[in-house]
C-alpha cells in the first residue's frame, strides 16, 4: 500500500510519527504543528486537537501503532511540544511539507494529481479520509475526526465516488456488456 511506503520513507523517528500521525487520523499540517506532549491521552487512546480550523477542539483516536511511534519521540519528556524542530521551539507548516514531500520522493509515489508533483500534507489528509470511508467507516464518524464543522462538508468532499471507483465500475459494467 502506498500510505505504509510513505510512513515508512521517513528519516528518522520524528519524521516516521509525523508521517504516520497524518496518515492515520488525516490532521492538517497546522494541528500537527501545534501539537503538544500534554495533548496525548495515552489511557485513553487520544489525542486532543485543541487548535483546529476555526479554533475548534476535537478528541482523535489513536491506533496503537501510532501511540507506539509517539511514545518513542516524546520518551521521558513530560510536557512541551511534541514534535521540536532543530530551528526554533516547534515545526512549521512549511517544515511538515518537506517531511512529507521528502518521503513521498523517498517511497517513490508522486501526487496523482498532474498539477502538483510532490506528495503534500493535504494529500496524505485526503487520503485518510477516502481509506475511512472505502472501509465502511461512517461519515459522521468522519466529519468529528477531521474536525468538519458540518457532515454536510465532509459528505461534499468524500460521500461522492472517487476517480478510481468510477473506473473500477467502468470497467466491470463494460466487461458484462461485451
Known amino acids: ?97 518537506r517531511i512529507v514531500a521528502a518521503a513521498g520522493r523517498r517511497a517513490n509515489i508522486r501526487n496523482p494529481n498532474p498539477k502538483y508533483s510532490q506528495i503534500t500534507p493535504h494529500l496524505l489528509r485526503h487520503s485518510f479520509a477516502r481509506l475511512w470511508k472505502d472501509r465502511g467507516g461512517s461519515i459522521e464518524a468522519l466529519a468529528k475526526i477531521l474536525g468538519h464543522k458540518s457532515v454536510k462538508t465532509t459528505w461534499d468532499l468524500y460521500g461522492t465516488m472517487s476517480l478510481e471507483d468510477v473506473q473500477r465500475e467502468y470497467q466491470r459494467i463494460t466487461r458484462k456488456g461485451g
Open 1 to 97: 500500500m502506498k500510505m505504509a511506503r510513505i510512513t515508512e520513507a521517513g528519516s528518522s523517528l520524528r519524521d516516521k510519527a509525523i508521517l504516520l500521525l497524518l496518515a492515520e487520523t488525516g490532521l492538517r499540517r497546522a494541528e500537527v504543528a501545534s501539537l503538544r506532549i500534554e495533548d496525548i491521552r495515552w489511557k485513553e487512546n487520544l489525542l486532543v486537537v485543541k487548535n483546529g480550523k476555526g479554533g475548534k477542539m476535537r478528541l482523535v483516536p489513536l491506533t496503537p501503532q501510532l501511540k507506539s511511534h509517539l511514545s518513542a519521540v516524546v520518551g521521558d519528556r513530560k510536557g512541551g511540544c511534541l514534535f521540536a524542530s532543530s530551528r526554533g521551539p516547534t515545526l512549521s507548516s512549511r517544515q511538515i511539507n
